[in-house]
């Protein structure tokens, strides 16, 4: 035999072993449409979402709602957790990114859906309305979160999305009939404009020379939260309006409006003020006065949000001051957070075992998975 000929002898041999490993292999280990929880005989739990499921600026993932409510409730072994939550996902890109079809893929149980924040424009009041808020521009911050409140098409598309991704709910449960769907609304991560009356007058009379000019901008914060505070509550009125049918339609057990909204009333996000003045006196011979303000909480002191970066944007709204020139100024906003901290998301997890179709107390979620403990409506303390 020639060399040449050898050498293709060689090689066919080796394509043909390596044919036959191939077709052995494939016979062996075929790929499987049983997602591998299942397989390993686990309950599966989907948590599908956005930046909140996905636990954006937690320092550990075991601290995310979905992981919490595996941990403290569902039970592990027995039940395996997917979240799917991503950063900027909106209830569009949910359906059209792939998420919608990963959820139906694997087969859940119990999925949740925390989606709607993120859409443009609503992603507005955890953005560029938040960066007013914190930078003292309350007039603008109001204008902001009315444009959110009334932009039809935004509420409209929402309420689109969420007929399409429950539509596939609807089939899903179709080959999965113990599965139950908790959908998710949003808390207000702000004070109440309530609340931030009686502090306006704290921060602003020690400033003495510029109290007249601090006062009329900080009456203007009430009218910016309330603003924010209707946009939030719009959002997630659509949002249960979506789910409204599919509850009421055949079938409507398995479907779960989970309210957290009301349980972070009064762990609102941390808003830390204080303003440093500097004012001469030419009345006075040139003397030379500070005035600051002491640090007053405008915000709630049990927070549930994580601290954010603080705010430095000068305070020029003081000018002019009454007496005087005022020579130097300066603020900072601290802690101000939209993200649920970890004490967040325990509520959230929490909340979503607990959640109620109908009344609260009569037939909670954990009831429709055949967990028999005692229901309460006295969580998230």
Same mark, same amino acid.
């Given at each position: 035999?020639?060399?040449?000929?050898?050498?293709?002898?060689?090689?066919?041999?080796?394509?043909?072993?390596?044919?036959?490993?191939?077709?052995?292999?494939?016979?062996?280990?075929?790929?499987?449409?049983?997602?591998?929880?299942?397989?390993?005989?686990?309950?599966?739990?989907?948590?599908?979402?956005?930046?909140?499921?996905?636990?954006?600026?937690?320092?550990?993932?075991?601290?995310?709602? *979905?992981?919490?409510?595996?941990?403290?409730?569902?039970?592990?072994?027995?039940?395996?957790?997917?979240?799917?939550?991503?950063?900027?996902?909106?209830?569009?890109?949910?359906?059209?990114?792939?998420?919608?079809?990963?959820?139906?893929?694997?087969?859940?149980?119990?999925?949740?859906?925390?989606?709607?924040?993120?859409?443009? *424009?609503?992603?507005?009041?955890?953005?560029?309305?938040?960066?007013?808020?914190?930078?003292?521009?309350?007039?603008?911050?109001?204008?902001?979160?009315?444009?959110?409140?009334?932009?039809?098409?935004?509420?409209?598309?929402?309420?689109?999305?969420?007929?399409?991704?429950?539509?596939?709910?609807?089939?899903?449960?179709?080959?999965?009939?113990?599965?139950?769907?908790?959908?998710? @609304?949003?808390?207000?991560?702000?004070?109440?404009?309530?609340?931030?009356?009686?502090?306006?007058?704290?921060?602003?009379?020690?400033?003495?020379?510029?109290?007249?000019?601090?006062?009329?901008?900080?009456?203007?914060?009430?009218?910016?939260?309330?603003?924010?505070?209707?946009?939030?509550?719009?959002?997630?009125?659509?949002?249960?309006?979506?789910?409204?049918?599919?509850?009421?339609?055949?079938?409507?057990?398995?479907?779960?409006?989970?309210?957290?909204?009301?349980?972070?009333?009064?762990?609102?996000?941390?808003?830390?003020?204080?303003?440093?003045?500097?004012?001469?006196? *030419?009345?006075?011979?040139?003397?030379?006065?500070?005035? @600051?303000?002491?640090?007053?909480?405008?915000?709630?002191?049990?927070?549930?949000?994580?601290?954010?970066?603080?705010?430095?944007?000068?305070?020029?709204?003081?000018?002019?001051?009454?007496?005087?020139?005022?020579?130097?100024?300066?603020?900072?906003?601290?802690?101000?957070?939209?993200?649920?901290?970890?004490?967040?998301?325990?509520?959230?997890?929490?909340?979503?075992?607990?959640?109620?179709?109908?009344?609260?107390?009569?037939?909670?979620?954990?009831?429709?998975?055949?967990?028999?403990?005692?229901?309460?409506?006295?969580?998230?303390?």
């Amino acid at each position: 035999m020639t060399d040449t000929k050898r050498r293709t002898y060689v090689v066919r041999l080796l394509a043909t072993a390596s044919a036959v490993a191939f077709l052995v292999a494939g016979s062996v280990a075929a790929p499987s449409s049983t997602p591998p929880a299942q397989a390993a005989g686990c309950r599966i739990y989907v948590a599908s979402g956005d930046d909140v499921t996905n636990g954006k600026e937690l320092d550990d993932n075991a601290k995310r709602y *979905p992981e919490r409510l595996l941990e403290d409730h569902l039970g592990s072994p027995g039940w395996c957790v997917y979240n799917q939550g991503k950063n900027g996902v909106t209830s569009a890109t949910y359906i059209s990114g792939g998420s919608m079809s990963s959820a139906y893929n694997m087969r859940p149980d119990l999925h949740t859906i925390m989606l709607g924040e993120q859409n443009k *424009p609503a992603v507005d009041l955890i953005d560029s309305c938040f960066s007013k808020v914190k930078d003292h521009q309350f007039a603008e911050a109001a204008a902001c979160a009315t444009a959110v409140y009334g932009n039809t098409s935004l509420w409209t598309n929402i309420k689109n999305n969420y007929t399409t991704l429950l539509a596939t709910e609807k089939t899903m449960a179709a080959q999965r009939p113990g599965l139950v769907v908790g959908v998710v @609304n949003y808390p207000n991560p702000y004070p109440r404009a309530v609340d931030v009356y009686g502090k306006i007058q704290q921060l602003c009379t020690p400033l003495i020379d510029t109290m007249p000019t601090c006062t009329v901008r900080w009456s203007q914060l009430p009218a910016a939260l309330t603003a924010i505070d209707q946009a939030i509550a719009k959002l997630n009125t659509t949002i249960k309006e979506s789910l409204a049918p599919y509850q009421s339609g055949p079938g409507g057990w398995r479907y779960v409006y989970v309210d957290v909204a009301p349980k972070f009333v009064d762990h609102c996000m941390s808003m830390k003020v204080q303003i440093k003045t500097t004012v001469e006196h *030419p009345e006075l011979m040139g003397q030379v006065h500070d005035h @600051n303000s002491p640090t007053i909480n405008f915000g709630c002191y049990d927070t549930w949000f994580v601290k954010g970066q603080t705010g430095y944007y000068p305070p020029t709204y003081l000018i002019p001051a009454t007496p005087g020139v005022l020579v130097n100024l300066s603020q900072t906003t601290e802690d101000m957070g939209v993200m649920p901290n970890a004490d967040g998301h325990q509520c959230i997890a929490d909340a979503i075992w607990e959640a109620d179709t109908i009344d609260p107390g009569t037939t909670p979620l954990k009831w429709k998975l055949g967990y028999g403990e005692a229901s309460t409506t006295d969580y998230c303390n």
